[in-house]
């Protein structure tokens, strides 16, 4: 009986696991065993999926934090840009005189009566659309003539422009308004040329700033440089909006004076500088004025100068004994007080300091100039109106 017994476990039913190799005597204990791998290996798969989309969901909200800084910089580079070119919808130069005025009564510094008395006048000139002249200092061509005549040994030559008043930037454009001011000092010059009579004949006076704002976006709506009319939003007036050589040219053309940007795009020289740039304005101011005289007063209107965050007028040029060249420039920061005293030209010339530029002094990456040149006809002035929707610079290489 026993033997029989023994026999039977010896031929008992074995089971193995598939997955471990354990062996089972059972088949339900084996299938216990078998469910419990699976389990465990549902688990774990499971566990790998929540992982996997966790850490997409992680990267996705990285990603759109990253997209929303990026653009929230880009918003604030954007504002900044425009606060620094006058497109802020901030006012413009009604708007910052005013203000001006009212933190001096604050202040003490001015009385009301003061500032009822400036807000009239300026109120009248704008509806006019006349400069005040507040800033202007006239007689300066003629005065340095009468210097280099008298003195001034180092100076070989000077080449100067014909006559040209200074104008300065006053309260209501103080930091955005040099542009404006250039184009006055240009046509103050051009307003004393018989030439342009014809061409200058609505504009007898030197307008005001809101007003040059105005005359430019009238050569706008002519069709002169559309793609610099959409910087601006077709809209100048109202605003602090900076203009450089393109709205100088385009509002220049529209009045049929005849003019040209060139466009000094890099440096020429050694350190930085731009000896072409000073070699274009010596030709300019030589070219059919070539004679022995050391001073010669030329018929010359003055030169538009732009580069970076700022323009000047260039309204003359010296050669020195050792042949360098030297640019003389009104520039629209220096206040009235100041060049008051290049009317009263001392012999030793210190105040010309104020006006000399020499080669090492101008070494902005990039400078353009606009030139003017005569008068166009009507046909002249539309063909340029169309071109000017393609290009308008002539570049220097």
Request: hydrophobic share 30%.
């Amino acid at each position: 009986m026993q033997e029989d017994q023994q026999n039977t476990r010896n031929y008992e039913q074995l089971y193995e696991c598939p997955m471990c190799s354990l062996t089972c005597t059972d088949i339900q204990i084996l299938e216990e065993h078998v469910d419990l791998h699976l389990e465990e290996h549902n688990f774990s798969e499971d566990g790998n999926i929540r992982d996997l989309e966790l850490a997409q969901q992680l990267q996705t909200e990285e990603d759109e934090r990253q997209r929303s800084e990026e653009d929230k910089r880009e918003r604030e580079e954007f504002k900044k840009l425009q606060r620094q070119y006058g497109l802020d919808n901030s006012g413009g130069y009604k708007q910052q005189y005013l203000k001006y005025m009212e933190k001096e009564v604050d202040r003490g510094s001015m009385q009301p009566f003061e500032y009822h008395k400036r807000k009239a006048e300026m109120m009248e000139c704008l509806a006019f659309g006349i400069d005040d002249g507040k800033t202007k200092t006239s007689g300066v061509i003629e005065a340095l003539c009468k210097y280099y005549q008298n003195d001034n040994k180092d100076v070989r030559r000077v080449w100067l422009s014909t006559g040209v008043d200074h104008f300065h930037s006053s309260v209501g454009d103080r930091g955005w308004g040099c542009g404006y001011r250039n184009f006055q000092m240009l046509l103050s010059s051009l307003l004393q040329n018989s030439l342009y009579n014809d061409c200058l004949r609505d504009t007898t006076l030197i307008p005001s700033i809101p007003k040059i704002q105005s005359m430019i976006e009238d050569a706008w709506r002519e069709g002169f440089d559309p793609h610099g009319a959409s910087h601006f939003n077709n809209r100048l007036r109202g605003s602090k909006a900076w203009i450089g050589a393109c709205e100088i040219y385009s509002l220049l053309t529209s009045l049929r004076i005849k003019c040209q940007i060139i466009d000094f795009h890099k440096p020429t020289g050694a350190m930085g500088t731009h000896p072409r740039l000073f070699e274009w304005v010596l030709q300019y101011y030589s070219t059919d004025n070539e004679g022995g005289a050391k001073v010669v007063c030329t018929s010359k209107p003055p030169i538009y100068l732009q580069h970076q965050g700022h323009s000047r007028t260039v309204i003359g040029i010296e050669e020195k004994k050792n042949k360098t060249l030297c640019l003389l420039l009104f520039d629209p920061g220096c206040p009235s007080q100041e060049m008051q005293k290049l009317l009263k030209q001392t012999s030793d010339g210190t105040s010309l300091r104020l006006l000399r530029k020499f080669l090492g002094s101008l070494k902005e990456k990039q400078y353009q100039i606009v030139a003017v040149g005569g008068v166009l006809s009507l046909e002249e002035k539309d063909a340029r109106c169309r071109a000017s929707q393609v290009l308008t610079s002539e570049k220097i290489p």
